[in-house]
Structure formats: structure tokens, C-alpha cells
């Protein structure tokens, strides 16, 4: 079974600073996914990655595959950034077990 | 709108009493699941389905049941809810068995068994 843990558990920053976090997972995947849980308790897919990097808007994500981690980075951050990350991996790509494995978030405040 | 619909949002029940959450998508997604999140624990699978008729145990299966009889269903059955299944539940749904697509989730379902 993976064991994913992130980092930090929780964060509070100034609006405009760049944040950072962190998803380091123990075995191989098929594809990491970072989720966005807002304070009403609603959850939206942000990005899916299997290799490299992607940007979407002010977010960015980065995977490096041989020393299993993640980051999630946030340009610019806003008040409205403020939610729950989640780092989610899948193990497999058909047959078998085939579902995700949940950090326990990142709480991120942003203060105006 | 592509979405995930779950029903109901809130359910206040007792011990005992056998109960079905909804799930519903309109995306022809093959791929389903359900989830449980708790404080501290975070989210944890509970079933999957990969497509019509195929369906099998998550991580925390127990007190649960599922069916995929259609492609667009995917119900949760708890034949008799105990307190500890007191729970936060997300359905969601994705494209392709292989699973290099995105999630899509409900909204929630906030279950309160007493």
C-alpha cells in the first residue's frame, strides 16, 4: 500500500507570497493527482500528472517520478486560495486495485 | 453541465435503518468510486467500479454495499448504518479505465447515524 504524506499540514500566508506544498509518496504510481477541497467542503480535480510539469493559471505542478514527490506552487496567492489540498496517487493503470490513496491535505490560509 | 450528482447532502438516520445515497453522472464516465473522509484520517475508497457490472472493495469496505446496474449509477447502500459510518462521502467519476483523466466530484454527502 502507498503511504503519501504531505507537508506542511498547515500554512498561513500573506496575500502575494508564492507558496509551496509538498507530496512525497513510498512507491511507484501511474499518476499523482492534486485536489482542492474549498471550506464549503466541495472537491475539484486542480491537475493530473504522470511526468514533468503543468500550469494552470496561477497554479503550477511539478512531479519527479525517481524520488517520488510532488509540489504544488501557487504565484501570487489571494485570499481566495484559501482551501484544503490534497495529494492523491494511483498505484495502477487497470486490473487489480485500482483507486487513490489520499494525503490529509494541506489547510492553506491566505490573509489579505 | 458535466457533473457528479449525489443525494442526498445531508442525512440525519438512526442505527440500523438500511439507507442508499445516490450518485449520478452525465459525462458516460466508465469510472466510479466512493469515498469516506474523516477528521484526521483524511479521504479513504471505499468501492470502486471500472464499469458496468464490474465493481470491487476500497480501502474500507466493510458496512457497505455497491451496484452498477447503469452506466451513469453508481449507489451507496448501507443495509444497517452504525455511529461509526458517521461520515463525510464524495462519489466521483472519470473517464477511461486506464485513468489518465481528472476526477470529477459530488458535492457531498454529510451522514449523521445516531
Known amino acids: 500500500k502507498n503511504e503519501v504524506e504531505q507537508s506542511p499540514q498547515n500554512l498561513t500566508a500573506q496575500e502575494g507570497e508564492f507558496i509551496t506544498i509538498n507530496c512525497s509518496y513510498s512507491?511507484?504510481?501511474?499518476?499523482l493527482h492534486w485536489l482542492q477541497q474549498h471550506p464549503g467542503g466541495g472537491i475539484v480535480s486542480l491537475f493530473m500528472l504522470s511526468s514533468g510539469k503543468k500550469k494552470h493559471g496561477r497554479l503550477i505542478a511539478t512531479i519527479n517520478i525517481q524520488e517520488k514527490h510532488s509540489s504544488l506552487h501557487i504565484t501570487a496567492s489571494h485570499p481566495r486560495d484559501s482551501a484544503v489540498y490534497i495529494c492523491a496517487v494511483r498505484m495502477y493503470s487497470g486490473g487489480g486495485a485500482d483507486g487513490l490513496t489520499f494525503g490529509k491535505g494541506t489547510h492553506l490560509i491566505i490573509q489579505p | 453541465e458535466a457533473q457528479v450528482t449525489q443525494n442526498p447532502r445531508y442525512l440525519i438516520t438512526v442505527t440500523g435503518k438500511k439507507l442508499t445515497v445516490t450518485c449520478s453522472q452525465n459525462?458516460?464516465?466508465?469510472?466510479m468510486s466512493w469515498y469516506r473522509q474523516d477528521p484526521g484520517l483524511g479521504l479513504r475508497q471505499i468501492y470502486y467500479s471500472m464499469n458496468v457490472e464490474v465493481t470491487d472493495k476500497g480501502d474500507v469496505p466493510e458496512g457497505y454495499k455497491v451496484s452498477r446496474k447503469e452506466k451513469r449509477n453508481f449507489p451507496l447502500i448501507l443495509e444497517s448504518p452504525s455511529p461509526n459510518q458517521t461520515s463525510l462521502y464524495f462519489c466521483?467519476?472519470?473517464?477511461?479505465?486506464?485513468?489518465?483523466?481528472?476526477?470529477?466530484f459530488g458535492s457531498g454527502t454529510r451522514l449523521t447515524v445516531v
Open positions: 512507491v511507484g504510481i501511474s499518476a
Open positions: 466521483a467519476s472519470r473517464a477511461g479505465w486506464q485513468g489518465f483523466s481528472g476526477y470529477t
Open positions: 459525462m458516460n464516465h466508465e469510472y
